[in-house]
């Protein structure tokens, strides 16, 4: 199987959906000429011509928004946006529009278009660019969201996405473009809404998503090494809907359970979790759920700082040892 | 009824157009007063904003329209739903949230839908669709297709940068879309010269390099003719127009406003009912020969028991099961 980076497999994801459909097309800053401002989209511009590869105005809402029209009649355009961050300025577009047109019309007008994009903290870009977005859009009836940790999920997840009737938030992680891993060529879809046992274990699960994904594998492999803890590392890769299945089946055998997430702790993703948790599995649990999750601070510039804010391997094995009662 | 076959472009035919554009807004001036008083009672609920004085806005600009070309509408679309033949028994059954309304009674009075006559909705957040109307026109191009679409806005929307937004992207792409802006002077109860730098709407365009045409919104005919000629430029060319439809309501800004409020005077509104546009098209036909008093009146009959229909239809519609509550948040 031929190992790609992140941002390739999403460019693969992108060529084979533009490939297979002349419906699917790309708007968004920087997109064409410039190749993407993290290089996802480079050479689409050049395969498939400007009707096709569409760079916008810095104008978040308007072309968020021209992405909502164009879907209202049957296209599928994939915005992207540079960061999450300047989605915000689109949000009335995702929530109040794309969202909603399909209920309110009475299921007359349907909305198949994909909003992606970087998320999550990156290195020192301090408060306005490095956060997580993935609690508020996951909050929104009408939308489905994914947050991608692997190549071969990030592949196979964008051409669900691209595939689906419904608006898919797809949550890039900012850090993960870089990273490597086996992509199955051509026709590699991951379900939307299915998370992925990404290790295997019996005394704790880790729930994870993202870029808190490989977080959690080092933790395991830690807590293994160190301190004879079998982790089980469980991603689940929707945000909308959740999985709850697979969750349920983990913390159900292994009874503990640490919930991980780069977003704030206040009504986060993993909050979420939580409640699943303990309404369909509170007999199992032998210890309260812990949460890792980002200070509840503005992320700061200060290298130091922003480590302190951020979750980390060594917080995770804290908190894993926390519910395990070895401290 | 046997009718001799009238030649278009005739003074018969001219008649008979004139006469359904009369029909078309006597049509929404009595099923939004039907509305107001079904409101009034509680069978209507939640927002309700009305059309009356704006007729001639809809009713000639949709009759400049194709089968085919494409709508969107805030959340003061009653009118326009109407003109573009959505049934009043629909439109009503949706304002009393029933099943059988345009949306099946989820979206009310601001989201009707009627996409099978590309009536794109009911958008409710100001200046919010104005983008959606790009995108459509966005999709027609990219398809090679010949339709257009009409957006239609209140002046208030202007101030909102999704208007500014999406004029540029129509016009930097060249987008077949009619910006529509139906200028009422208030947004809810704010004069536009206490909020807007500039107070002549059809300016802006020059900003965005876009036709534009100043349009006397009481004239039903200046409506049509100013947005044929929008059409023509839009239509295959794919150049967007702004128009400035100049026009007044004469009810409040939703049912919970009184008719003339604090923000604007008692005189002002009579004096703008004045010109009103359905009478105004009616002395017109009147002169003409087209109408006498006795078919001015039959034609009203024939309208208040459409609507009494469409009210009656309504008020014995079913609601929505309680299953629907959770259909059509997502698509299959």
């Known amino acids: 199987m031929p190992t790609l980076t992140y941002r390739d497999a999403l460019n693969q994801a992108l060529r084979e959906e533009m490939q297979r459909d002349g419906d699917v097309f790309i708007l968004g800053e920087e997109v064409g000429v410039y190749q993407g401002a993290y290089k996802v989209s480079r050479g689409l511009l050049e395969e498939f011509g400007a009707r096709r590869v569409v760079d916008t105005p810095i104008a978040e809402l308007g072309f968020a928004g021209v992405g909502v029209g164009a879907a209202m009649v049957g296209l599928r355009p994939v915005v992207e946006f540079m960061t999450w961050n300047f989605a915000l300025l689109a949000l009335d577009q995702i929530v109040n529009s794309a969202a909603k047109l399909h209920y309110m019309s009475g299921g007359q007008v349907s909305c198949p278009i994909v909003f992606r994009g970087p998320n999550g903290s990156a290195l020192q870009l301090a408060a306005q660019h490095s956060q997580a977005w993935d609690a508020w859009l996951a909050h929104i009836p009408g939308l489905k969201v994914v947050a991608p940790a692997t190549p071969a999920d990030a592949k196979g997840l964008l051409k669900s996405a691209i595939r689906d009737n419904n608006p898919v938030i797809v949550l890039e992680g900012e850090m993960l473009y870089n990273t490597k891993g086996e992509v199955p060529d051509g026709e590699h879809l991951v379900p939307i809404g299915s998370a992925d046992v990404k290790r295997s274990g019996t005394d704790v699960t880790l729930v994870c998503h993202s870029k808190t994904v490989a977080l959690a594998l080092k933790a395991a492999e830690h807590l293994a090494g160190e301190h004879g803890v079998s982790a089980e590392v469980v991603d689940l890769r929707t945000l909308r809907p959740l999985d709850e299945v697979t969750l349920l089946a983990s913390v159900t055998r292994t009874n503990r359970c640490v919930v991980i997430e780069e977003g704030w702790r206040h009504a986060g993703i993993g909050a979420q ?55 | 009824m046997a009718t001799a076959t009238v030649q278009p472009g005739t003074a018969a035919a001219r008649g008979d157009l004139d006469r359904g554009l009369l029909r078309s807004m006597l049509l929404i001036r009595r099923f939004e007063e039907k509305a107001a008083e079904a409101y009034a009672t509680g069978k209507i609920g939640g927002f309700c904003h009305l059309y009356i004085g704006q007729e001639a806005v809809a009713v000639g600009s949709i009759a400049a329209l194709r089968q085919d070309d494409y709508l969107i509408s805030s959340y003061r679309e009653h009118g326009q739903a109407l003109a573009r033949g959505v049934s009043p028994t629909a439109v009503m059954a949706e304002l009393y949230g029933k099943a059988a309304g345009t949306s099946k009674g989820k979206g009310g009075s601001m989201h009707l839908f009627d996409v099978s006559r590309h009536f794109m909705g009911g958008h409710g957040i ?8 790009t995108g459509i026109a966005f999709a027609i191009k990219y398809r090679g297709g010949d339709q257009v679409c009409v957006c239609y806005f209140g002046e208030a929307a202007v101030n909102i940068g999704a208007f500014h937004e999406a004029l540029n992207m129509a016009s930097v792409w060249k987008l077949p879309v009619i910006f529509l802006c139906e200028n009422n002077r208030y947004g809810m109860g704010t004069a536009f010269e206490r909020v807007a730098a500039v107070t002549d709407v059809v300016e802006h365009a020059c900003s965005y390099d876009m036709a534009a045409e100043l349009v006397d919104g009481m004239d039903v005919h200046a409506v049509q003719r100013a947005t044929e000629r929008a059409v023509n430029r839009a239509r295959g060319g794919g150049h967007p127009t702004l128009l400035e439809v100049r026009t007044y309501r004469f009810m409040g800004h939703s049912m919970s406003d009184p008719l003339h409020g604090v923000y604007r005077t008692k005189d002002e509104v009579e004096e703008q009912k004045r010109k009103d546009p359905i009478t105004r098209l009616a002395a017109e036909l009147q002169e003409a020969g087209v109408l006498d008093k006795d078919g001015l009146k039959a034609l009203d009959v024939e309208v208040k028991a459409e609507v009494d229909a469409a009210v009656k239809f309504a008020e014995a519609a079913p609601d929505p099961e309680p299953s629907a509550l959770e259909s059509h948040v997502l698509a299959d």
């Open chain 1, 273 to 327: 979790v939580v409640d699943v948790i303990q309404r369909e599995a509170f007999d199992s649990l032998d210890a309260p759920v812990a949460r890792v999750t980002q200070a509840d601070v503005p992320m700061p510039y200060n290298k130091l700082l922003e480590r302190a804010a951020k979750p980390s391997v060594e917080k995770i094995v804290a908190a894993t040892r926390h519910v395990l009662y070895l401290d």
């Open chain 2, 126 to 133: 100001v200046g919010g669709h104005i983008p959606l109307a």
